[in-house]
């Protein structure tokens, strides 16, 4: 499988950004699924979007960035985080 890059973004692209890159780098990788994890500030998502397979934040993004985006944060409170995880497998597979 082709590695897919995964954009990661949060008001700094500091500290949340790194505990979620972590986290999915991890979980892609006992999937079989390479991933290349970019993180960013959330202001920079239009501008880096066009590299990446999907979009995953903490905090809000653009609606319209024409590619699949979802909301990071059962990464940081865990509710949801095992579906959060499927659903981005998916979207990586796709």
Do not use: H, N, Y
Not at 36 to 42: E, I, L, S
Not at 60 to 72: A, Q
Not at 75 to 80: K, P, W, Y
């Amino acid at each position: 499988m082709k590695k897919k890059t995964v954009l990661i973004a949060c008001g700094t692209a500091v500290a949340t950004s790194t505990v979620v890159a972590v986290a999915i780098e991890e979980a892609m990788q006992e999937r079989g699924i390479p991933v290349d994890v970019r993180q960013c500030k959330a202001t920079e998502v239009r501008s880096l979007v066009d590299d990446a397979d999907i979009v995953v934040a903490t905090t809000p993004v653009p609606d319209d960035l024409g590619k699949p985006t979802f909301k990071g944060l059962p990464f940081l409170t865990g509710i949801g985080r095992d579906k959060l995880l499927d659903d981005i497998e998916a979207a990586l597979r796709a």
